[in-house]
């Protein structure tokens, strides 16, 4: 069966590349971002050494008032107009002023957006671990607590599942997942990103995000384990049975159930002057409506939230206090309110009066 991913909520898939104040120009609407290379090769011969130019170049983040936008250069005459010609993307502008700041990109190839396969089969390692050690229960989450405090080769519950530390690398039946790159169509836009922080809200970073309404090509989830290579390889057969697509699809529905739910009761609780919890939790009602075992809600991508990364939401549903009380110390995170619930924060794009979550998409049969 074929799938598509179709995006429901902004969707920042963290990359290295981000754009400097010199690699944009800034319009009512919109920014028109360029490549380094076409900036580079369309400066001036005789400016070279603009002292402005070389600043730009060199940006390091600080004193963003020192660093000029690249139609600045234009006007001044410093890079050739020529440019013009040569925008890479046109996103659609959410913030008000960009303020000669960092634009943090999401990721890109050459035809444009994608979502590696290495990212959507992380999402799909984590929901099958997820919904494995839910129906193991809490005393198999602490035995493997236990394990990694003993061992220093285990780095986390994952590993005590598979045998990592045993150096078994053979004993991960996810390599026998396959998952390709998926190009994303639709637009792009630029947002400020915010964190949310129980009673107030301050900024983040700039960040280049696919917009709601963006879906991906055709892909499947190709699985190569063989039964007889399974047993031969003595791997977990619980684990195993797993990887094909009904069990897949029901994985990432379960999981994704309860961190709407997680979600939900959070912005309940929680709430901020100026800050409109409801708009959030309308959207979360209705991914919570959208997400079906045939069709799953996923959340993806950067600033998404420890519990749509890591085994922690299990642990809190199997046992809400020792989540609280002993998982906390053992995961250690390096700064902690003790008075709230780990983690304190979320993050969001766009106003106060209209915030949308990061990440949220649905897994949806081709046509």
């Given at each position: ?158 590993d005590c599942i598979i045998g990592k530390f045993k150096k078994n690398i053979l004993k991960d039946p996810f390599r026998f997942l396959r998952i390709r790159d998926v190009n994303i169509k639709g637009d792009v836009a630029v947002y400020q990103e915010n964190i949310f922080n ?45 990887l094909n697509e009904k069990n897949i699809l029901k994985a990432l529905y379960e999981y994704s159930k309860d961190i709407i739910e997680d979600e939900i009761n959070y912005f309940s609780k929680n709430k901020a002057k100026l800050f409109n919890n409801s708009e959030i939790l ?86």
């Amino acid at each position: 069966m074929e799938y598509r991913i179709e995006v429901l909520s902004p969707i920042h898939i963290g990359s290295s590349k981000s754009y400097r104040p010199i690699d944009y120009i800034e319009k009512e609407e919109e920014v028109l971002i360029f490549d380094e290379k076409d900036v580079l090769s369309n400066i001036k011969e005789s400016h070279m050494l603009n002292s402005q130019l070389l600043r730009g170049i060199g940006y390091t983040g600080k004193r963003a008032e020192y660093y000029k936008n690249l139609d600045h250069f234009i006007h001044k005459g410093i890079i050739d107009n020529s440019i013009l010609d040569k925008v890479k993307v046109r996103a659609i502008k959410k913030i008000d002023d960009l303020k000669a700041k960092e634009i943090k990109g999401t990721m890109r190839n050459i035809q444009g957006t994608y979502i590696p396969g290495g990212t959507l089969k992380g999402i799909v390692r984590t929901a099958v671990f997820y919904h494995y050690v839910k129906n193991k229960g809490i005393d198999f989450i602490k035995k493997g607590i236990e394990e990694i405090k003993r061992n220093r080769k285990v780095k986390d519950i994952e590993d005590c599942i598979i045998g990592k530390f045993k150096k078994n690398i053979l004993k991960d039946p996810f390599r026998f997942l396959r998952i390709r790159d998926v190009n994303i169509k639709g637009d792009v836009a630029v947002y400020q990103e915010n964190i949310f922080n129980i009673k107030s809200y301050f900024l983040s970073d700039i960040i280049e995000v696919m917009c709601e309404g963006s879906y991906s090509e055709k892909f499947k989830f190709k699985t190569t384990l063989k039964k007889e290579i399974a047993n031969k390889l003595d791997l977990d057969n619980e684990l195993t049975s797993y990887l094909n697509e009904k069990n897949i699809l029901k994985a990432l529905y379960e999981y994704s159930k309860d961190i709407i739910e997680d979600e939900i009761n959070y912005f309940s609780k929680n709430k901020a002057k100026l800050f409109n919890n409801s708009e959030i939790l309308k959207e979360l009602e209705k991914y919570k409506d959208l997400n079906k075992q045939e069709s799953p809600i996923i959340r993806i991508g950067k600033s998404t939230g420890f519990k749509s990364h890591t085994l922690g939401l299990a642990v809190k549903q199997l046992d809400k206090d020792f989540y609280n009380r002993e998982f906390i110390k053992f995961i250690r995170p390096p700064k902690y309110d003790k008075r709230y619930e780990f983690p304190k924060t979320r993050k969001f794009v766009g106003l106060s009066i209209a915030p949308k979550l990061l990440g949220f998409a649905i897994v949806k049969k081709a046509d």
